[in-house]
């Protein structure tokens, strides 16, 4: 983490990991602004992802100017298939109308932007709880 972000947080998250989601700018300020929200509680990676979460831990989210935005800690990780992922998941995302087939599209089109989708690809689904927001932020949700 760049030193002038720790030094903005609370010292109580001053050793949590940080991240943003997406891979924009824009993506990242658009899905942290649903989690300040409280209508994003969940989201997937890659078995691979360099910011796979564990249970418990909390996480700083960035938005996507690298400001800290909120805290986060993980609940529930479960490995799923991309197509075994169901509505109460892609629900849980919060992401557009909230449908399986919005899930489907906008990941398959994520997934496929950074070279990795296969419709029987594993993901590890993860829900979390927003512990505190760290700055409003202006939400359309």
Known sequence: MATDLIASLPERYRGCPSFSFGDSP???????????SGRKIATVNTLDAPD??????????LDGTGRAVCVIETL??????????????AFDEGEGDRSLA????????????IGVFSPDMPLLCERFRLVEVLAPMDVDA
């Open 26 to 36: 824009e993506l990242a300020t658009e899905l942290a602004a649903l989690v300040v």
């Open 52 to 61: 796979c979460p564990k249970l418990n831990e909390l996480w700083v989210v």
């Open 76 to 89: 529930e990780l479960i490995e799923r298939r991309f197509d075994e992922v169901d509505e109460a998941f």
């Open 102 to 113: 919005f899930w489907r599209d906008a990941h398959e089109t994520y997934f496929r932007r």
